[in-house]
């Protein structure tokens, strides 16, 4: 019996970031036609594109936090019931709005309850899995959860924009519907309850310690070229395809869905090297070289190429790009039971959130170096800094996860 829940609680939350992923990758896909009905035309469809993206990450980074706090005050289902709840609704809204605030108050608000789906789905899981099983867990949670991507990106070349956004939210309320049964951590039940006095779900605590504000900092770095490939190359691929004179027409729903189609193959190979070599850090290591092979010399690979060449090549790009639920969760094996859902929600959004600054940059440097130019300098900083920061964090596979985070600053 007890098998048969844990494989329903992953089912439920591989689910959950199924329909989290769909929302997210969905606006990339229909930035084009939405922000088009809505009267923009032009170099707008690239700027208010960005800035409606910008405004949903500032809700995914504010919400990160709540949820996270949320989910190790008052439980990791609690925190995964309110998400998909509020996310669900405003996915929903998408397909009524007018205007740019409109849009711009609906995706701040599905940023928002996005995000705390995949932090405490990843944390609940870690914590009911055994302990040699867990990164095959979050492995399997991001298998599902970027075929949600895919289908995002293909569903939004068959139906109204609107209907897409409906469907999203619909789904949404489907799965709330199953998430009744899931049941709460033992671990975390437990430790609970043998510690009342202890502090739970703090950002002050998050942020005391210098040894926590390096891990979350480090593992924050690793994560920056997922958003990086997302957010510059695969949001703005009909761009970089003109850049290149890519011939044939190139879609960024369907760049999207290329990129996430490799994500998959490479979050289950990254898991299972992951496995093998007993090691997160190598397997993460190893996928961010491979993935900066490729996003680095992407111009070498597209340059006049035919549309499908250059999805081949974003397909690659999105293999490496497959270490997203891997890290996630070795941020949860590094945290304490009172922090756990507060640092891999904060880690998961905050990896997110950095495509803000990283859109930015890209629009500043444009008009000065150029599309592509702007793009590598923005890809050799995001790579570089990863890969380094990998030898700084701590390896963490099968260690126990029965530990807490003290008050003070020679904590763990």
Partial sequence: MREILKQKLLWIAALGYFVDLYDLVLYGAVRVESLKSLGYQGSDLFNVGADLLNIQMAGMLLGGFFFGVYGDRRGRKEALFGSILLYSFATFLNAYVHDYTDYA??????????????????????????????????????????????????????????????????????????????????????????????????????????????RLFLALLVGVPIWYVAGILSYFAPEFAKAFHVQGEVTAGDTIMMGYLGAIAGDIACGALSQKLQSRKKAILI??????????????????????????????????????????????????????????????????????????????????????????????????????????????????????????????
């Fill in 105 to 214: 108050i609906v995706r701040f608000i599905a940023g928002f309850g996005l995000a705390g789906e995949l932090g405490a789905a990843i944390t609940l899981t870690s914590e009911v899995l055994p302990r040699e099983k867990r990164g095959l867990g979050s492995v399997f949670i991001a298998a599902v959860g970027f075929l949600g991507a895919v289908a995002s990106s293909y569903i939004s070349q068959k139906l109204q924009w609107q209907n897409a956004y409906r469907l999203g939210g619909a789904l949404g309320f489907v799965l709330l519907a199953t998430r009744m049964s899931v049941y709460e951590s033992r671990i975390f039940l437990e430790s609970r309850l043998s510690t009342a006095d202890q502090t739970w779900g703090s950002l002050p605590l998050l942020f005391g310690s210098i040894s926590r504000v390096k």
């Fill in 287 to 412: 996928f961010l070289l491979f993935g900066a092979s490729f996003a680095l010399l992407h111009p070498m690979f597209s340059d006049g190429v035919s549309a499908s060449h250059f999805y081949f090549v974003r397909l690659l790009i999105g293999f490496g790009n497959g270490y997203s639920a891997l890290l996630v969760a070795w941020v949860a094996e590094m945290f304490g039971t009172n922090l756990r859902t507060t640092a891999s929600s904060a880690i998961a959004n905050l990896m997110r959130a950095s495509v803000i600054p990283i859109s930015l940059s890209f629009k500043a440097l444009s008009p000065s170096l150029g599309l592509v130019n702007s793009s590598l300098l923005l890809g050799y900083f995001c790579f570089g800094l990863a890969i380094l920061s990998i030898f700084l964090l701590p390896e963490t596979f099968a260690r126990t996860l029965v530990f807490l985070e003290e008050s003070t600053s020679q904590s763990k």
